[in-house]
């Protein structure tokens, strides 16, 4: 096992667990007590699987955690709170004490400050590659996996701090220099983590492309933490920001085409080193967590075919992390564009819309029923109607209610890409659209994220009306698009 993080140790203890045959033996590069970060969070609803393969992680939260029941929105002077989301966090260095405790009680050898490559490991039958997104291993065999990284454009900081949050909250605010984003959590009864994300335009204007972050790990951007700390005085009370290798970076989503190969010797790929997904879905750790169980799972099931061993793992365990993979990316294109709402929308819109990125206005109702009557209610307060019964004037048409069965012949239709890079291309399309006198722009096909982003610059940069075209949509689908500011009108069923 090539890596000592919470993927790579939860492993080797349960293959021990499972098979005390099993010889297993973790190389870290960095030291025992080492640790890059602050915290871990994970939402209730995706531990059960966790908990059930073994209970180091739920005795863990419940001796050293924090839990949370409540998101909350800070924009603008207000706070806006929608609950129904538990969730609970750790710090990461003590989450990783235990798994190493746990780790050796069921006698796995742990070797800390040993940087390994595949010619080091020539003895063993078995490589897992744990070692994080940017792994040695994998990168010696590529191209056996298949790797693919898009990098995000917004950058991105990991802080601590000793003010002490409530729970998840998300602060947003404009500075001298443009708009900045922290996702802030408790993760001890002093501490919490604090993570800034802001677009280049705003990290530029502020001058913080100064520090060197070709520099080896270890040393923080401390004229960072200094403007941070000013930025965000009023939300901190006075409290200060703390460093650990707390530097700017762009996120990056790496899918793997394959995660295994037996060429030249049998190699397989977990957590972070297959697959990452952004953050602000809190399931990089738990992505990890979860591969193991199912790669201990295939090991202890099949121990005298570990061709079909890997191949069972690689099975189970994928459709789990495409289905996170593909909820993270309207999170993360959320992120990218989030100046744009902030700017464009009162704080009960602005925290629905982001609230509702990845979920729909009845999944949102069932966890919080009070948050979205405040936000329907602030909707009929301005119109006198519920959305979807909002009649719109538009371009000499007049449409009685905001969900169509048909698009409208005198709206331009714009074919959203599948993927970022056509998005150019079709911006342009809308802009000439617009710059030709169309009132009302349709976009259709492509992927959500794509579609929604269209739409959206239909509205909010050229202030034209936005009629989104999803077939798979229905009612709630369209209440929510509608009620979020991402469309208009919506063509659905």
């Known amino acids: ?37 602050f915290g871990v969070v994970f939402s209730d609803r995706t531990l059960a699987a966790i908990h059930r393969a073994d209970p180091v992680l739920r005795e863990a939260l419940d001796a050293h955690g924090r839990h949370w029941d409540a998101i909350e929105v800070r924009l603008k002077g207000e706070r806006l709170r929608c609950a129904g989301n538990g969730m609970a966090a750790i710090v990461r260095r003590t989450l990783l004490r235990l798994l190493q405790d746990r780790a050796r009680r069921f006698g796995a050898e742990l070797r800390f400050g040993a940087e390994v490559g595949l010619a080091d ?20 065999l590529e191209p056996a996996f298949g790797s693919r ?10 802080f601590g ?12 605010q404009r500075g001298p220099h443009g708009v900045f984003a922290v996702h802030g959590y408790p993760i001890s009864h002093d501490t919490s983590t604090f993570i800034v994300e802001t677009d280049q335009a705003s990290w530029r204007a502020a001058g913080l492309d100064e520090f060197d972050v070709t520099a080896p790990p270890g040393p923080s951007d401390t004229q960072s933490q200094a403007y941070l700390e000013e930025l965000f005085a009023d939300q901190l009370d006075g409290h200060k920001l703390l460093v650990n290798n707390s530097r700017w970076g762009n996120f990056r989503t790496r899918r793997t085409s394959r995660w295994v190969t037996l060429e030249p010797r049998p190699v ?28 201990a799972r295939a090991l202890t099931a099949r121990p005298g075919d570990l061709p079909a061993a890997l191949a069972g793992y690689e099975a189970a365990a994928r459709p789990s992390v495409d289905k996170i993979q593909d909820s993270a990316r309207p999170s993360l294109s959320w992120w990218e564009h989030f100046g744009r709402y902030h700017d464009a929308f009162p704080p009960w819109r602005f925290a629905y819309h982001f609230l509702s990125r ?9 966890r919080d029923p009070a948050f979205v009557r405040r936000v329907h209610a602030e909707w009929v307060g301005e119109h006198g109607t519920e959305p979807l ?50 009132e009302l722009v349709a976009v259709h096909g492509g992927a959500a994220h794509t579609r929604t982003l269209l739409c959206e610059q239909v509205r909010l940069a050229h202030g034209r009306a936005a009629v989104l075209v999803d077939p798979a949509s229905d009612a709630d689908g369209a209440v929510t698009a509608v009620l979020s500011g991402r469309a208009d009108l919506v063509v659905a069923g």
């Open 1 to 37: 096992m090539v890596g000592g993080g919470p993927g790579g140790l939860f492993l080797a203890a349960l293959v021990r667990k499972a098979d005390p045959s099993i010889e297993v033996t973790v190389f870290e590069r960095n030291r025992a007590d080492d640790t890059f970060g």
């Open 121 to 140: 490991l020539e003895d063993y039958d078995l490589v897992v590659a744990a070692d994080g997104t940017g792994s040695r291993i994998r990168d010696e």
């Open 149 to 158: 990284v898009d990098t995000a454009s917004a950058k991105f900081a990991w």
């Open 161 to 172: 701090t000793d003010y002490r949050f409530d729970g998840l909250t998300f602060v947003h």
């Open 268 to 295: 397989v790929l977990l957590g972070d080193a297959a697959h990452t997904a952004h953050f602000s879905v809190g399931s990089g750790t738990k992505m990890a967590m979860e591969d193991a169980i199912e790669l």
């Open 358 to 366: 990845s979920i729909s206005d009845a999944r949102l109702a069932r």
């Open 389 to 438: 019964e909002t009649p719109l004037a538009v371009g000499g048409l007049r449409f009685p209610g905001r969900l169509l069965t048909r698009l409208p012949e005198s709206a331009p239709l714009v074919t959203a890409p599948d993927d970022d890079a056509g998005l150019p291309a079709a911006l342009d399309r809308v802009a000439g659209l617009v710059a030709g006198g169309a």
